[in-house]
Every structure is written in structure tokens, then in C-alpha cells.
């Protein structure tokens, strides 16, 4: 994923050098006050797929819609994130409630068309006050992708938090930074298998998950960072 950033942020270089400096003042302009941003924007025509986890079909304010919860394999829905009030988000809703199991939490996925994706989980913990006391890993088929999740840790409590996972599919198979994800494809199916794995502290969960088509460019990654 470095990688993609690093090439994203030379093509901008590689553009602004070749203004001249009449237009250069100019964007200094609008970038100070907000009328435009370098940063990415994840275009709705772009998502794949998006899924509000323990939760009904949410329209986000940048159009994107979270479909009702669905394609997931065991777990419990739970809306007790409801009276929080989450930080560090303009869509507190998806991140309001969940899916979670005292087991492995499966979600297998459709995805009919082979090429470049991201795969943007989000989280939030609404409900331990301490780190340590809810860790679980993430994991496509057999390769584990995160390892010891801890909300609280990352970000405390009450606050979105989001990770973003560059993935492709080619030649029947998906691959994670180039290495294959065995058992992660159905190519039969055309469906990708993600599984929040259990451990010892507490239960896995996901409050929402989307898939967006193209690489780290292609999503409100480097906003995200920024906030």
C-alpha cells in the first residue's frame, strides 16, 4: 500500500512542477481555504459492494450505500452502539452497530470480475474502557492479514476507526502485497472469504465493511490518515 501512496503523491509533484506560478499561487489559495483538496475522494460509482454489519441499508452523505447485513456466516447483530456518539466520522450510523460471535465471524463475499480492490473495514468500540480486553485478527482464507485487532488500543472508544486492505484477484486466485490468500477465493462461486478470528480477549465483531475497485487512489485513504 506504501507503494501505491508513494506513486500517488509523485504524479501530483510531477504535475504541480509543471505550472507555472501564476496557477501555483492560485491552488495555494484554494487549498488554504477548503474550496478543494488534494485528497482522494472515494467515488460511490466506484464501490463494489458495501455492507452495514448488524445494521438495515444506510445511505452515507457521500452517497454511498451500506446494503442491510448480509453474506455474513454466524455472529449476533447488536445495535447497542446506538446511543453513542461516535467521533472522528460524519456517518455515525454504520459505525453504530455490529455484527459479533463468540467464534470465528465469516462473511463471504461476491465479487464477479477479476482486478485491483481495496477492502475497507470499519470499527469502533463502544463498550470496553480499557485496552487489552477485546483483540481478535483478521484473516482472507488461510493468510492472516491483522493481527491482534484492539479498537480501544488504536483509537479508545467511541471513535471510527478504519483499515484499509489493497487486494487482487487474477488467474482464479487472490493475492494480499503478492502473496496468494489461499482458500480466500471460490472461484466456482466468485466469492471472497474474510474471517474476523476469535482469541482469547472477548469476541470478534465488524460494525461495516465496503470494497471499492482500484487501489489506495481510488479511496478516502489519505483523508482518513490526515483526520
Known amino acids: 500500500k506504501y507503494i501505491s501512496l508513494i506513486n500517488y503523491y509523485n504524479s501530483i509533484i510531477i504535475y504541480l512542477s509543471k505550472m507555472s506560478s501564476k496557477h501555483l499561487i492560485l491552488l495555494f489559495i484554494l487549498l488554504s481555504f477548503n474550496i478543494i483538496s488534494i485528497y482522494s475522494k472515494l467515488n ?34 447488536s445495535d447497542f452502539g446506538m446511543n453513542s456518539e461516535i467521533k472522528s466520522t460524519k456517518d455515525k450510523d454504520i459505525y453504530q452497530t455490529e455484527r459479533w460471535s463468540t467464534e470465528d465471524l465469516i462473511y463471504e463475499i461476491p465479487i464477479q470480475k477479476e482486478g485491483k480492490y481495496v477492502l475497507i473495514l470499519k470499527f469502533s468500540e463502544v463498550y470496553f474502557n480499557s485496552k487489552g480486553e477485546k483483540i481478535f485478527d483478521f484473516k482472507i ?6 493481527e491482534d485487532i484492539d479498537i480501544y488500543a488504536k483509537v479508545g472508544k467511541n471513535r471510527a476507526y478504519d483499515e484499509f486492505i489493497e487486494f487482487e484477484i487474477k488467474n482464479k486466485k487472490i ?41 489506495l487512489k481510488d479511496t478516502d485513504y489519505d483523508e482518513y490518515q490526515r483526520e
Open 175 to 215: 493475492y494480499i502485497e503478492g502473496k496468494e490468500a489461499v482458500r480466500g477465493y471460490d472461484e466456482e462461486n466468485k466469492i471472497i472469504r474474510i474471517i474476523f478470528a476469535k482469541k482469547e480477549a472477548d469476541n470478534p465483531k465488524i460494525n461495516a465493511l465496503l470494497i471499492v475497485r482500484g487501489t
Open 141 to 146: 482464507g488461510d493468510m492472516t492479514v491483522l
Open 44 to 77: 460511490p460509482s466506484n464501490v463494489e459492494i458495501a455492507i452495514n454489519c448488524g445494521g438495515p441499508e444506510f445511505r452515507t452523505k457521500s452517497g454511498i450505500v451500506f446494503q442491510k447485513d448480509k453474506y455474513f456466516i454466524g455472529g449476533e447483530a
